[in-house]
């Protein structure tokens, strides 16, 4: 396995990127997307011994109190993410040693388990070592962030803007509503908008066309 040339340094943030086996579908019912979510919530937190698949089984009491323990313990904090039918995106800022490396082979394996045992398959079904790039600026930040919530318009997964305004698997609609129940870390980001929501929905949608066509924005975000 090559030699990942990112290191990752607590309270830097990286753009996390990873696509399935020869552009293969990773995400075929909202069940899935679901459980995507809850699987990178729930490895964002310091490990417990206990898996996710195993933390599902438990009772509503045993499942507040283990939450409880970890709700306070992040490893990462996770500002943007974007889940795609072959691939997804992750804006993360690593707080503590190793946060980003656990948090990406837990999810990441936990993922392809779920996936194998309801499909009936074997194997990986993502195409090897996750892509990272760390962000290096506040103006590469917000743009990523704006890259991220704009992808399934930009990869013309949906026809308008109306439909991204309603994209269910991005963390663009808790952005446009911060009083929604998330896992998302949004304050850093919104700063740059004065912790306005409205000022980030235009900033987002007034370069939607531009990012539609502009293939070069890729050396920005990706490796």
Not at 105 to 120: A, H
């Amino acid at each position: 396995m090559p030699y990942r040339k990112v290191v990752f340094s607590n309270h830097e943030i990286y753009h996390i990127f990873n696509r399935g086996i020869n552009r293969q579908p990773i995400f075929f019912v909202k069940r899935d997307y679901v459980r995507n979510l809850q699987t990178l919530e729930y490895y964002s937190s310091p490990p417990s011994n206990l898996r996710f698949s195993k933390f599902k089984l438990l009772s509503l009491e045993q499942k507040a109190n283990l939450l409880s323990l970890k709700a306070n313990l992040k490893n990462v904090n996770i500002l943007c993410y974007c889940l795609m039918p072959n691939h997804f995106h992750l804006l993360i800022q690593q707080s503590q040693d190793n946060g980003i490396t656990q948090l990406m082979r837990k999810y990441q394996s936990s993922y392809t388990k779920y996936l194998n045992n309801k499909y009936d398959r074997d194997g990986p079904i993502l195409r090897g070592r996750f892509k990272a790039v760390r962000i290096e600026t506040d103006e590469q930040l917000i743009h990523v962030s704006r890259y991220i919530h704009l992808n399934p318009y930009t990869s013309l997964e949906i026809k308008n803007l109306d439909e991204l305004l309603l994209y269910p698997w991005s963390s663009f609609k808790e952005y446009m509503n911060p009083r929604l129940n998330s896992f998302i870390q949004k304050d850093l980001i919104l700063a740059f908008f004065a912790s306005n929501p409205e000022k980030y929905i235009s900033f987002i949608l007034n370069q939607a066309e531009y990012q539609r066509k502009l293939e070069s924005i890729k050396h920005l975000v990706l490796e």
